[in-house]
């Protein structure tokens, strides 16, 4: 019944939200119960979300999703709510993004696919997708103990892993707001697991090396710039996209300690030789107002980039100039 009372939304996740972030400080010798209610709560939007994505699809609705504002306030209030009993979202979140990504990869290799099958799958993996990001973005505001970055490694490995899928097909077309939705979740892993403050010893890191096989920081970074790669040189017809991968890019070029790692990558070498528009479209000559504005925040990036062990290497400083003096020359 979500759509016949959407508005509610807002004050019903605003009033748990509040409940739920003053537990800590509740002194009464009352039991609450909000470890018993909250649950229930999360496990309601979370499924009444994934459940919106048919019928909007099917009755031709307004899709909650174009609404990114709506989506950032709701999984504010969820990224709170969430980390209550944190266990059972992590459970129920696996086994609802376990499910659906099986039969998301099913449908893809069905040649040919049902496309209105596949859109639900990337509907209600694009929730899926933002809700993880929000539960591990709310790392800071509840519980941080050893057990529950150990659970934040699960989803993260399963986004990871959706994402080496949704890559390998972008030549296909791919989906926007699923890409969004990776883009926040990226934003959130950064915020909480990648920089200058994070704990190195993390259990987010050995679950990551368990799976994936990516040990430490710098391979994390590696997997941030080749997704950065990958949508700058893929996307360039979704503004969005193109707007919010820079802005990521730029925030990882701006810690102390990240910045140096970032330099040493392959990945970021090739962006500092190859900035042009054959491999950054958004470069091309065909400029609009929106291209200059990317292209701002773009080299901005890689003048901190660039910097960072320039020193007084002039030859360093030629050949990162030559994809655009190249240009020129005449």
């Known amino acids: 019944m979500w759509q016949f009372a959407p508005n509610s939304i807002h004050y019903l996740l605003s009033l748990w939200q509040r409940m739920v972030a003053s537990v800590p400080y509740v002194k009464a010798s009352e039991p609450h119960l909000l470890e018993t209610y909250t649950p229930e709560v999360t496990h309601a939007f979370i499924t009444s979300r994934l459940?919106?994505?048919?019928?909007v699809l099917r009755d031709g609705l307004e899709d909650p999703l174009e609404d990114l504002g709506m989506v950032q306030q709701q999984l504010d209030q969820m990224s709170i709510i969430g980390r209550c009993e944190y266990?059972?979202?992590?459970?129920?979140?696996?086994?609802?993004?376990?499910?659906?990504?099986?039969?998301?990869?099913?449908?893809i290799n069905n040649v040919p696919a049902s496309q209105v099958d596949v859109a639900i799958q990337e509907g209600q993996l694009t929730w899926l997708?933002?809700?993880?990001?929000a539960a591990i973005g709310g790392r800071v505001s509840f519980n941080t103990a050893d057990e529950y970055d150990t659970m934040d490694g699960e989803l993260i490995c399963r986004v990871l892993q959706l994402m080496n899928?949704?890559?390998?097909?972008?030549?296909?077309g791919g989906c926007e707001k699923l890409e969004l939705a990776m883009i926040y979740f990226f934003e959130q892993f950064r915020k909480i697991y990648v920089?200058?403050?994070?704990?190195?010893?993390?259990k987010v890191y050995k679950r990551l090396s368990e799976v994936l096989g990516v040990a430490d920081e710098a391979m994390v970074l590696s997997v941030f710039i080749r997704k950065i790669l990958t949508n700058l040189k893929y996307w360039s017809r979704s503004e969005q996209i193109i707007n919010r991968t820079l802005q990521l890019l730029s925030d990882l070029s701006v810690g102390?300690?990240?910045?140096?790692?970032?330099?040493?990558?392959?990945?970021?070498?090739?962006?500092?030789?190859?900035?042009?528009?054959?491999?950054?479209?958004?470069?091309?000559?065909?400029?609009?107002?929106?291209?200059m504005r990317c292209r701002s925040v773009f080299y901005t990036a890689l003048g901190r980039l660039l910097l960072i062990n320039l020193g007084e290497d002039e030859d360093?400083?030629?050949?990162?100039m030559m994809p655009l003096t190249g240009k020129h020359e005449y």
Do not use: W
């Open 316 to 320: 360093k400083f030629e050949q990162f």
């Open 256 to 291: 102390y300690t990240s910045v140096r790692k970032l330099v040493k990558l392959e990945e970021v070498q090739f962006m500092l030789h190859n900035h042009t528009s054959e491999h950054f479209p958004f470069l091309g000559s065909a400029m609009q107002l929106s291209d």
């Open 165 to 172: 899928l949704t890559d390998n097909r972008i030549s296909q």
């Open 87 to 107: 266990e059972k979202t992590c459970t129920l979140l696996v086994q609802l993004f376990d499910q659906t990504a099986q039969r998301y990869q099913e449908l």
């Open 195 to 202: 920089g200058d403050q994070i704990q190195r010893t993390s």
């Open 129 to 133: 997708v933002y809700i993880i990001a």
């Open 51 to 55: 459940e919106s994505v048919a019928v």
